[in-house]
């Protein structure tokens, strides 16, 4: 701590502190910013922070301070203002911030920083939650000495990509999403054009703005510059009314608020005009994905199952929700304890309590997750990171592992977290059988003039358990690393890899990480991308893969599939779905999982109730009521406990609160996770969403609840032993044929993703890719229609050559509307010659 | 004595012209600045004037004003600028005729006029919408939305010249 005075008056702040974060945290003194944005560099570019400073004189000679008459230290102040953000605070420092000097000149910076702005504030989407209106206010002056015919008139509407729209004339070229863009994501696709008034925001990236981070430009844009296409006059800032609530598409959990306003479209009811990052600097800071941003359009979709459907011959027919009880408890009773239930990742914990008990009551513990490809959950919840993991901390010293998994694609919140944390000195190791966004990070040597340390593994597609078992004999260089890291976290997806080849993966990475005593504190230990906001949260249910795997080789009488999509997903799933004799499906769209149906049923989506997941790091995280529900559809937890009331098994809950209550009574993970555990909120760093907006960007606070974690049995001490790894077959391809190996794209064609139309020019249409040799074997130019045959099913998607390792072709789930395979398989592929439908 | 100058009184008015109005037929001119029911204004070339801010609705002391914006193309154009008013709504009983959103409104677009008989038989008739708060275009002028040609209406707000 050193002692600075600021305005007359001593205080302590941390050495090496920030001016701006210091004054600000410890004196409540808002110097006003533009350029400056407390998770990035300063750059001192807007000069709006201006301030009068000086240092106290030292004796040369004593090293004492000399005393003036009054035996006051004697102040030398600089003859000149200075930038409070790139000054960092030293011993002795004597700042200004209220004088005429400094009062003037920030006038002048606001006046000048005018002299081209538009005005049109009434039409902007940043209106009333604007750093440039809100400073004006406070500092500029009352009128302009420009004349106004003179203001440069640009362009009013530049698509920077299909997502973000430019307004030339509001920008005042602070460089914050230019920024962001290089120092933060490490996607450079923004840049300045031009110099002085003619300096202009472009984008070199084709397609424009290529990111999946995009939408946080606009949050801490500090003017009407930059807004999203989706939120395009929506709506006014003050006139929206904010819901915590939490991304339901990916294991990261990203904290989100919901924008919601009353819409005469929809009929004169709430919906979310707009999802905004809500501040959690455990889990996503102040950002959010362009997928969390913008897809969330599925909530109001006209193509949901609005009623509750009964299968009359080969149609669904709607029917009551009285009706649908009293059937389905017939079919249960009638089929004792022949019922199985397979939930997806996005499901809530309360839907799944209630899943659970359902299936005790009936005498069944057959409850599987879907899609049944990531092992190792168990090894989360022994070896996960620590509790108070936050991977803001990783820096110097410390070592993270991704293996297997395209992060990118599949969680881009721990990508641009880890990616962060290389930044600070951390060494990245990146082991995939192809390549990823992620290894091209751990290749670099050097990043913004500052070193990076890194390295990348490449392994057979499959082999990744492999490498993992032999890390120390293999690459015993980058073992050692890891090894001897202070902190080390090892992501391990299932990219390539049979589910015993995830679970062989998930338990090698554990015993690298307990041989090496990296697990049972923060910071340290296991994540995996599990897919869906609640993967871990269908382990500590009882919901296992394996017990899916068994339910589709001895399909039950009775299945629950709960919001997960087996017929979209599994080319097998006819197979094994039409052996089951009732199949009920709890959905929030018709899709050729419901084809099998006896039942439909629909659910509310995450905006419309109140619910709870577990994140990839393991912490409960509670969402809130957002807008009215759709059609009849129900809370999957309602439904389930509308069955139980029929088959006199228990009364239904009232709240979803009193679910959680009796989780937290009877489940020991999820002890002290009840609702108003789940609420409680501390101050973070940087304060956002306050008055001053122009500090942290329009990020809200957070007043929904920070969460709690769940802590690993090696937290509470008890570290397992490392156990053997039975390394599993290799998927290979046969004689004469590729192996098509799934993997996943982020915007895809997923019924929770289409409703988001704005995206769609970002989702690429169905393709394959192609190691050279073998598209010059198959005679495939790039671009060619090509059909891929595997198992008794085919699909005709584009071919693309990419790298991709010889005798391997990639095939992305989710993006064909036919299901592709979602474990690595053996196809050929021929290409089409008769003429296509483009 | 006094009985005389009573009567004086009474014949003196008799002989006046009388000030009772016979309303509804008859009607006292109204001073130039009365509140009465809005109108939402069109430039002379008839595109609204109204740009969707929802500042009226902001200063509405009453929340009697429901705004909804969207966006102008060149071929559907309704205003001048990005952003029109695609639903514009008054509830006549919440209304308190105090003209904050006359203050408010950048492009004097919403402006209160001279109709007071405002009376229904059903709530939902008080609600006013645009179609029936806008003007129609004057003279020759074209309404909207109209094709316009690309890159002529590209500023919400007009040009003003400088106050000297």
Known sequence: MVKIVIDGKDYEVPAGANLVDAAKNAAGN???????????????????????????EIDRETKQPVLDDKGQPKVRWMPKLQTACTQKVTPGMHVRTATKLVEDARQNVIEFLLTSHPLDCPICDKGGECPLQNLTMAHGPGGSRMVFNDKLKLDKHVPLGDLIYLDEERCIQCARCVRFQDEIVGDDVLAFHERGRSLQIITNSDPGFDTYFSGNTTDICPVGALTTADFRFGARPWELTEVPSICPHDAAGSNISLSTRLDRDAGGKAVIKRVMPRQNEYVNEIWISDKTRFGHHFTRSEDRLLHPMLRRGDTLAPTTWKDVFARVAGDLKAAG?????????????????????????????????????????????????????NLKDLGKGDAVLVIASDLEEEVPMWRLRLKQAQDRGAYLVVANARHTRLEDFATQKERNGKPVS???????????????????????????KLAGATNLVIVAGAEGLTLDGSKALMQAAANFLISSGHVGKANNGLMSPLPGANGMG????????????????????????????????????????????TVITLSLFP?????????????????????????????????????????????????????????????????????????????????????????????????????DLYYGGTAYDNKGGLGVQIATSADAGETPAVA???????????DGELLLLPTTRLYNRSHVFKPSVLVHPRVLLPYVELNEADAHKLGVQPGDVVEIAFGDDTVRVRAGINGTPAGVAVLPRELADKATPFLPTSGTIKKVTEPVLA | MNIIKGFATTFKHLLEEPVTLQYPEQMKPFNPRYKGRHHLRRYENGLEKCIGCSLCAAACPADAIWVEAAENTDEERYSPGERYAKTYEINMLRCIFCGYCEDACPTQAIELGHEHQLSFTDRRDAIFTKEMLIDTPVGKAEGTPRQVEPGVYTRSIPDMPDAK
Not at chain 1, 357 to 383: F, H, I, M, N
Not at chain 1, 454 to 480: C, D, Q, S
Not at chain 1, 724 to 734: G, I, N, R
Request: net charge negative; proline share 7%.
């Open chain 1, 538 to 581: 269908l382990h500590y249910m009882g919901f296992t893969p394996e017990n899916t795997q068994h339910i589709m080789a001895n399909p039950p009488k009775v299945l629950i599939v709960a919001q997960a999509e087996p017929g979209e997903d599994d080319p097998t799933a006819a197979a094994w779905l039409s052996k089951v004799e």
């Open chain 1, 591 to 691: 899709d050729k999982t419901t084809h099998y149906a006896t039942y439909a049923l629909p659910i509310q989506s995450f905006a419309e109730r109140d619910g709870t997941f577990v994140n990839g790091e393991r912490r409960v995280q509670r969402f809130y009521t957002a807008q009215g529900p759709m059609g009849e559809a129900l809370p999957a937890w309602k439904i389930v406990a509308g069955m139980r009331e029929a088959l006199g098994q228990a009364k239904p809950k009232v709240s979803a609160a009193a679910v959680m209550l009796e989780i937290s009574n009877k489940v020991p993970a999820f002890a002290g996770c009840t609702y108003k555990d789940l609420a409680k909120v501390e101050k973070q760093f940087p304060d956002v969403g306050g008055a």
């Open chain 1, 30 to 56: 808002d110097i006003p910013v533009f350029c400056y944005h407390p998770k990035m560099e300063p750059v001192g570019m807007c000069r709006m922070c201006i301030v009068e400073l000086g240092m106290e």
């Open chain 1, 454 to 480: 890194g390295a990348t593994i490449r392994y057979n597609v499959g082999e990744a358990a492999h490498v993992m078992h032999e890390l120390k004999t293999r690459y015993p260089e980058i073992a050692e």
């Open chain 1, 337 to 389: 304890s022949d019922v199985a239930v397979i939930a997806g990742g996005a499901i809530t914990n309360e839907d799944l309590w209630e899943l659970k008990q359902l299936a005790a009551g009936l005498g069944s513990e057959r409850l599987g997750t879907w899609t049944p490809t990531y092992g190792g959950a168990d090894l989360v919840a022994k070896v996960g990171v620590g509790k108070g993991t």
């Open chain 1, 724 to 734: 053997d790894v039975t390394l599993p077959a290799v998927p290979k391809a046969k």
